[in-house]
């Protein structure tokens, strides 16, 4: 990793802390808060599952899926390029992988429709619009949504 080990210390305590009073707030999931820790997970899930929980750690599978997320947002017009260009270069620092190369197309959407997330058919997608907020949508559309897992695969 190229990030000093106290300064990772810092980012886990911290993130922890955060997490931890999100869920406090709401543990069993009916304010809509606690959706936000999933940013990247609807893909990241998908990958895991669909490989047999045996190639990604859970953290790598959902790296990937924020770099799936926040493609279709700056496509949906959400946020700049320059957003997906900044969590990249973050991930990539972090030695995360931000794509998926080299797997089924079909067996990873199979697998998102059985995501938790999916409310009345529809998939909700947690997105960013800048740094520090995000959104929950759920008009995705599905070609986007291939489209993106394509390039993530290929």
């Known amino acids: 990793m190229n990030v000093e080990p106290e300064i990772s210390t810092q980012v886990i305590r911290r993130s922890m802390a955060i997490k931890a009073k999100v869920v406090s707030q709401d543990e069993r999931e009916t304010l809509g808060i606690r959706i936000m820790l999933n940013y990247g997970h609807t893909i990241g899930h998908a990958l ?7 190639r990604f750690l859970h953290g790598e599978g ?3 899926g924020m770099m799936g997320a926040a493609s279709m947002a700056h496509e949906m017009g959400l946020h700049s390029k320059d957003l ?3 969590q990249r270069r973050l ?9 998926a190369k080299g797997l089924d197309v079909t067996d990873i959407l199979n697998a998102m429709s059985l995501d938790k997330k999916v409310q009345g058919g529809s998939k909700r997608w ?6 520090g907020r995000s959104v929950v ?3 995705v559309p599905e070609e986007l949504v291939e489209k ?3 390039e993530l695969v290929s």
């Open 48 to 54: 895991e599952s669909s490989t047999g929980y045996g």
């Open 62 to 64: 959902v790296a990937v």
């Open 84 to 86: 997906v260009d900044r």
């Open 91 to 99: 991930l990539e620092r972090f030695n995360l992988p931000t794509s």
């Open 126 to 131: 947690v997105m960013l619009e800048e740094v």
């Open 137 to 139: 949508r759920s008009d």
């Open 148 to 150: 993106t897992v394509r």
